[in-house]
């Protein structure tokens, strides 16, 4: 519950930022001098004389959309690169850093495009690749994109040059979801189900698809909105790319289990008549992920292991690290498996590479890039560097620094460095005056009392935000917000900062980032629909251990203080019992044996199960319509359930959170 104290601050900012909008236009600023000074620094220091990256990028080229413009139900626009015609223009703007404005020009290069013979790709038609294969009878689909729509526009687009013939196989390089989410775009169960189209995937596909966003995923969802920037208007000032494409496609998520499963660490199939020669990559940049090599065409596909970006260790949106030294050993088989032998490079993103020598020396190049971030990384903690001070170490070497394919568009030296020290140390330095440090608020109320004052610390920040040190404005007017959330002054100072360290990023992650946290300082968290992170395909391949760990972390630890409940669960579709035990303020289950001395036991289905997590009906509704029956008392199941946290989609995130 929120406090009345609490809806009062909460009042009284919105008044303020209502108030703000009307004085003010909170609009984006433009560019400082400092950040025109940084931006002609970075123009002189890299090669921009070398337009090869556009050559490839626009290699092949047969025909696309107009503006890849794709309409979902009820003409809903789910993708248009016609916001993105700005990136036209002829010079870059100063506020946009001119490494990610070359970036995000190549990334608005539309169509369907020839790799080889047989072997075709769309691009920008969402933030991934589609790779289409042509198989003796039909057609492999390799990666159908993010939504339904855009891939089945990609497919068409390929039919209205090609031979129209039926999807055969699907193939998922990995377990991320712009990978997998338009199968239903391509092909539908009922062609799966009937063994018309095989659907191929690295062994843990299934596991990983779904988990990733379970557990976490109310956090990870709204921290994507930092890394993608979809709130964001498009354009100079706004958003302008992502990195590894221009951003995510917003139609329908959809799912189908893979009929065959890849688990050999290098697995040669023939696929309707194509041979392939799978590499498995287990924990690279994503816990299941392979590479596929082509031997007729010379094609080698390398999933999202290498592109044309250094890409990231550690996902802004939230998620696991990832394995660097693995990463490179993975390249360096494939260099060794594949690059005497390959002519065209690919990969589920970007562009692709021609000519055996250049592609065996871009694959040295990756293989590289990662192995340099992770024994640096660890060389500097091994003498004690922490954190902070390793990013600030780190520089690539000279012979990587003017590889456009190793420049920080989505990863970046500085995160995937701490990505390195969190997987082998954690998050503690080992000070232990940094072991128990007082939360945001009550640290920030002190240091702002300490610095004499809001107006003073405000006065003396903005001497250095004219000087261009923004880093540092932005992170000493942050503990002005925290200490009062209301001042105004120190939300437009602080938004300004931010602003002008997006203007500078190159990575298109870390511009977002910054862009959105300056405009939630300037207008408050914007307010949007709640966003189910699920969709009735993916809920379908929930393992029910899951569900109820899921329940488990919404559990209220204060409300559920001192209650105990035990229920049985018996879904009478699948078979299958559970008992839920919530004790010591902790929900656990155990499958097999119903309990004796259970307080209810419910009769359901998953079908039930899957409508109730949908939100497409209630627990009370159900056992009101019987859907679900119980025995014994269904007071306890209402009590239980009313023990469980919603979480709020919209939390705040640059600005102190109420307590909920
Ligand atoms: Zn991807």
Known sequence: ???????????????????????????????????????????????????????????????????????????????????????????????????????????????????????????????????????????????????????????????????????????????????????????????????????????????????????????????????????????????????????????????????????????????????????????????????????????????????????????????????????????????????????????????????????????????????????????????????????AALRLPSTLANDWAAREYYGTLSHNSKAVYQKYLGWYDANPAHLDELPPVEAARKYVEYMGGAQAVLERAREDFKRGNYRWVASVVTHVVYADPVNREARALAADALEQLGYQSEAGTWRNAYLFGALELRNGVTKLPAISTLSADALQAVPLDLFFDFLGVRLNATRADGKRIVINWNFTDTQQRYVLNLENAALTHTAGMPAADADASLDLTRTTLAAITLRKTTFADAVKNGAIQVTGDPRKLLELLSLLDEFEPMFEVVEPHPVR
């Open 1 to 391: 519950m929120k406090s009345a104290a609490e809806r009062c601050r909460r009042a009284a900012l919105t008044l303020a930022l209502l108030a703000g909008v009307a004085a003010h236009a909170q609009q984006p600023r433009d560019a400082e001098p400092s950040t025109a000074a940084a931006q002609e620094a970075a123009r002189k220091g890299l090669p921009f004389a070398d337009r090869t990256d556009f050559d490839d990028a626009g290699a092949g080229f047969i025909a696309t959309l107009p503006d890849a413009a794709i309409e979902g139900i009820g003409g809903r626009p789910v993708w248009s690169m016609k916001p993105y015609a700005f990136l036209e223009a002829a010079a870059t703007p100063p506020t946009v850093n001119p490494s990610l404005w070359r970036q995000a020009q190549l990334n608005a290069i539309h169509g369907l495009f020839k790799v080889a013979d047989g072997i075709y790709q769309v691009r920008g038609f969402d933030i991934s690749n589609m790779t289409l294969v042509e198989g003796a009878s039909g057609i492999i689909v390799i990666d159908p994109l993010l939504t339904t729509e855009v891939a089945r526009a990609g497919l068409e687009l390929y039919f209205q040059h090609r031979p129209r013939k039926p999807v055969t196989a699907v193939i998922y390089s990995h377990s991320h979801a712009d990978h997998f989410g338009g199968v239903k775009g391509v092909t539908s169960d009922a062609d799966v189900a009937a063994g018309r189209t095989h659907v191929y995937a690295p062994e843990g596909f299934m596991e990983h698809a779904v988990a990733e966003n379970i557990i976490a995923g109310n956090a990870m969802s709204r921290r994507a909105q930092f890394q993608f920037g979809p709130l964001l208007a498009p354009g100079p000032r706004g958003q302008v790319d992502a990195g590894l494409g221009k951003n995510l496609s917003r139609g329908t998520f959809s799912l189908i289990a893979p009929t065959d499963s890849i688990a050999r660490m290098l697995d040669k199939r023939t696929i309707d008549g194509v041979e392939v020669i799978f590499q498995l990559t287990p924990g690279t940049e994503a816990p299941a992920e392979m590479n596929m090599y082509f031997p007729a065409a010379r094609v080698l596909d390398m999933a999202e292991n290498t592109t044309h970006t250094l890409h990231n260790l550690y996902t802004l949106r939230g998620a696991e690290v990832r394995d660097a030294r693995a990463w490179s050993r993975y390249i360096s088989d494939a260099l060794e498996a594949f690059g005497a032998k390959t002519d065209v490079l690919i990969a589920q993103h970007h562009w692709p590479t021609r000519g055996t020598a250049r592609i065996q020396a871009y694959l040295k190049r990756q293989r590289d890039l990662y192995k340099f971030v992770h024994d640096q990384t660890v060389r500097l903690l091994n003498q004690g560097y922490t954190p902070n001070e390793i990013a």
